[in-house]
């Protein structure tokens, strides 16, 4: 970062900004599959086929490295694909933790594909040192973590899990996907991959699924970069437009989205129907010491639950403003619940387990006027109380 030092300004100029050869302000969308070459072996800028490398992608890839504290990024066609990809660094015989709290399709790809090459899976709980030692075994290779963690929001302290993951030389990956760059960097808590759904704050607007990985450290970059290229889930090129098109006012999104939070979790918190709020911007919530000292503030994303006498199908019918969807992460508030939606791929036993349950409700606040979502909530609260 030369002629700025502030990530807000690196949304907008990092990375590959602008357009050399034209001065056009914004990265040119260069919707082609391959380039012509000169003569066996002779690129003229070194392209030879979009899956391979795209400038379009390549701005972005340097952006989202820029933004994470990273050297290399890479962009894939959704957030599942970018973990695909960086799982395939692992080999037969290997396993994996996964933090007790992670998003569902991340467990069904591990217990339901990579299970097919014998790379299995074991659940650690990431919040305790001694637990979290104790699960690794011999054959344990890597780590992924979510913190905050899909749906809960627990917490894990990144720098403590970094340390101890690495006294057994293991590849540490954070899903930084409810966080971003912009609240905080697991690059620079010790991580060694950053992997996101960027479908979600980092595009911002609902309208292009994509994923992207992070690393600090050449040897991985090439490896991962062999394996983008080998296995082909690639962003395309208008994809990576719109991506760079987003992350621009990324920091201006989340300023607005966490003010909107806060005032939601404290909404929710006061309010009787509510039985539990889940979200590390609370002071009394049990991660946000840990939270506040690897992390700008508690994020957006909230999940709570409802004391038994409210029915939560009334609730979810009767909102207005607040759609019921998958996904999070976009300028309008988003609902869903987990157990039927985003996690039902973890088998009941497991969600139970891990503390998931039928009442469960995750919000991801938009950036609408906070009078008009609380009222959206409130109303809809009161009406699927049952008398
Ligand atoms: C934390 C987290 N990681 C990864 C994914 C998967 O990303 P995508 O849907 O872009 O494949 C999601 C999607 O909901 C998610 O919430």
Excluded: W
């Excluded at 030879?48 to 972005?60: I, S, V, W």
């Excluded at 820029?66 to 660094?89: D, K, N, P, R, Y």
């Excluded at 909107?260 to 010491?289: C, I, R, S």
């Excluded at 309008?332 to 996690?343: F, I, Q, R």
């Amino acid at each position: 970062m030369s002629h700025y030092q502030h990530i807000g300004s690196a949304l907008i100029h990092g990375g590959i900004s602008n357009d050399p050869r034209t001065g056009a302000v914004n990265v040119p969308i260069y919707q082609t599959s391959t380039y012509q070459q000169d003569g066996l072996g002779k690129m003229r800028a070194g392209y030879e086929y979009t899956r391979t490398g795209n400038p379009t992608r390549e701005a972005l890839e340097a952006l989202i490295a820029e933004l994470e504290g990273g050297t290399h990024g890479f962009a894939f066609a959704s957030g599942m694909a970018a973990l695909t990809a960086v799982l395939s660094l692992l080999h037969a015989g290997d396993r994996i933790l996964i933090s007790s709290n992670v998003y569902g399709g991340t467990f069904r790809l591990l217990a339901q594909v990579f299970d097919h090459f014998n790379i299995t899976y074991r659940i650690a709980d990431t919040t305790d040192d001694a637990a979290y030692e104790a699960a690794i075994t011999e054959d344990v290779k890597a780590v992924v973590i979510e913190s905050p963690a899909n749906p809960l929001m627990t917490v894990t302290d990144i720098r403590r899990i970094a340390e101890i993951s690495h006294r057994h030389d293991l590849l540490v990956i954070v899903d930084n996907t409810f966080m971003t760059p912009y609240l905080q960097r697991p690059l620079t808590l010790g991580a060694d991959i950053v992997v996101h759904s960027a479908t979600k704050y980092l595009g911002g607007h609902s309208d292009v699924v994509s994923g992207l990985a992070v690393v600090k450290d050449d040897a991985l970059a090439s490896q991962i970069a062999f394996i983008q290229n080998s296995t082909g889930g690639v962003l395309p090129p208008f994809d990576s437009f719109l991506l760079i098109r987003g992350i621009k006012t990324l920091g201006v999104r989340m300023d607005r989205h966490v003010e909107n939070a806060m005032k939601a979790a404290a909404f929710l918190k006061a309010n009787p129907a509510v039985k539990a709020v889940y979200y590390p911007g609370l002071e009394d919530d049990p991660g946000y010491a840990v939270n506040k000292g690897q992390a700008k503030n508690g994020g957006v994303m909230i999940s709570f639950e409802l004391h038994e006498n409210y029915d939560i199908r009334t609730f979810f019918e009767n909102l207005q403003l607040v759609m019921l969807a998958e996904s999070l992460g976009g300028v309008e508030s988003l609902v869903c619940h987990p157990s039927t939606m985003t996690h039902a791929s973890i088998p009941a036993e497991i969600r139970k387990q891990v503390g998931i349950t039928d009442g469960l409700i995750r919000l991801s606040v938009g950036i609408e006027d906070i009078e008009d979502i609380l009222a959206d909530l409130a109303q809809a609260i009161e009406k699927s109380e049952v008398k």
